[in-house]
């Protein structure tokens, strides 16, 4: 009796997937996935968790909070990260610290595995959402991520 | 032979005042031919159109909308573009056969185009065996298939083929029996005396159990015969490239492309012939309207062309030995036993009449 238990166990489950894709015919006006590129750019809104490119934030007074402990560089599976830094004197304690003069990112290197900012202790560095990094030229591609003349956050490294 | 040539005589007659009767009667023909020809090759590139559009839609998506108005023209386009490639092929190929392929299965399919009554006239060659003519004619398709996979020189092409052969000698004969327990109600193998039978009721409602029984089995097995998901281990793509045509480029693999959408109309067509009353409109509504049968007609073919979208994009492939068992122990016996029942409906007149 099982050769006819198998046809009616058959034709219901062709008849639940059919009734499942049914559904999602009848909604797809509404609920289409696609993005239409170029036409909604102005409207295009990528979601939260999209990797595009790495960034450091900047507060209004031109300060990012990256001390220079190069983890990231050191973090990153295919270099593409360097740190220049130097060395000099803090104004408040007097003694001689670590900052940075240039955190470089290479666009064209990075793979986008996000260990950098994994690694990064004070969360100098995040994701931004910008996906359009097509130029004609592969050295736009080599970024200082630290604005000119800006310097590290006060008390960013306690 | 009872043949008789409804738009034929039309055309003839209008040519007779011209020319002499033998000349007229060809001519009439190519005429004919041509006509069928240009319809069925739009209608076509708008059944690819279409199954795009409703995949796209099955799947959450929006599908081709940029050529012309709402994407209309895409598919024209996509045929230019393949007039417009260069025909490769293997070194080693049997170059003639490799060439008479792609004629075997299209000229196959359009053949079958020529007995469907679209409308009480509109019927190009009402022969008196329509359905036998059909059965015997789509099965030539697949020598197209077997030339093609053969000929290539390509073991993936080779594989492909034999799978279409092994799945079309299996499944022909559900086809065929299916629609044999159809004729055992209309006692007529020629479509428009079948037509004709369905004035009193399309015949799944005639014959009610065993009429829908035997056309899930034709639904099932017209699908096997067209080759299409979740049939399609003849190009299954996943494990043979493109199967039988995978050498193939250009128009030739054009002709393929074509040919696989045209055999879905055909077997929806015969669908809707068979069971679902043809150009016949539900309850005569439209009966004083006869050119409107070919709305009805193309209505009823697109409905269950849509069926077999939904199939497509909702099943998952069988594999080859499930192939094997679903023809073979299911459909076979189920089938048989089927026919039988129908025998004994249409002995006691438990056929259902209006
Ligand atoms: S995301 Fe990965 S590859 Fe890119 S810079 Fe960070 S660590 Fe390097
Ligand atoms: S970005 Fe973060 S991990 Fe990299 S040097 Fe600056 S503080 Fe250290």
Redesign the interface.
Known sequence: MSYFS??YNGIKT?LT??S???K??L???K????Q?YPDNRDTLKMFERFRGEVVMPHDENNEHQCTGCQKCELACPNGSIEIIWDRGIDETTGKKKKFIDKHIYHLGLCTMCGLCIEACPTDAIVWAPNFENSTYDRTQLTKVLNRPDSKVKAGIED | MNISLNITETIQEWLIGMMPEGAASIVAMVAVALIYLIIFAVAGLYLVLLERR?A???????GPNRVGPLGLLQTMADALKLVSKELTGTIKADKFLYNLAPYFVIVSSLMALAVFPFTKEFQAFDINIGIFFLIAISSVGVIGILLGGWSSNNKFALIGAMRSGVQTISYELSVGLSLLTMVVITGSLQLSEIVEVQKQGWLILQGHVPAIIAFMVYMIAGTAETNRAPFDMVEAESELGAGFHTEYSGMKFAYFFLAEFINMFIIAAVATTVFFGAWLSPFGITESIPWLGAFWFLGKTLVLVFLMM??R???PRLRVDQLLTLEWK?LLP?NLVNLVIMAIIVWLNLTIKF
């Open positions: 198998n046809i062709l997937g059919m499942v894709t049914g999602y015919f909604t797809s006006r609920g289409a996935i696609t239409q | 409703v796209a839609w099955f799947q959450l998506r929006i939904w199939f994009w909702t099943f299911y189920i």
